[in-house]
């Protein structure tokens, strides 16, 4: 296995699935004994989902405007 030039490895398979590694898994990086060992990280605050993001913007607007939006402007709103 190699770094490519952006600093990144590819975590095999087999060990994401037993280490419970899944896409948006924080992970450390810890120097033991000369070796490099990757850790899950612990007790950080997950990020944001894009969907999650999406509904707390809509919640916001809804409190600023009285009326509620129909199906239309919602798609619009939805797709930019």
């Known amino acids: 296995m190699r770094v490519t030039s952006k600093g990144q490895v590819t975590i095999p398979q087999?060990?994401?699935?037993?280490?419970?590694?899944?896409?948006?898994?924080?992970?450390?990086?810890?120097?033991?004994?000369?070796?490099?060992?990757?850790?899950?990280g612990k007790g950080r605050a997950k990020r944001p989902t894009r969907g999650q993001i999406m509904v707390a913007r809509m919640q916001r607007m809804a409190k600023e405007q009285p009326y509620s939006m129909t199906t239309d402007e919602v798609m619009k709103l939805m797709r930019g």
């Open 14 to 40: 087999g060990i994401r699935a037993l280490m419970g590694i899944l896409p948006n898994t924080d992970v450390d990086f810890e120097v033991r004994r000369g070796q490099v060992v990757l850790v899950k």
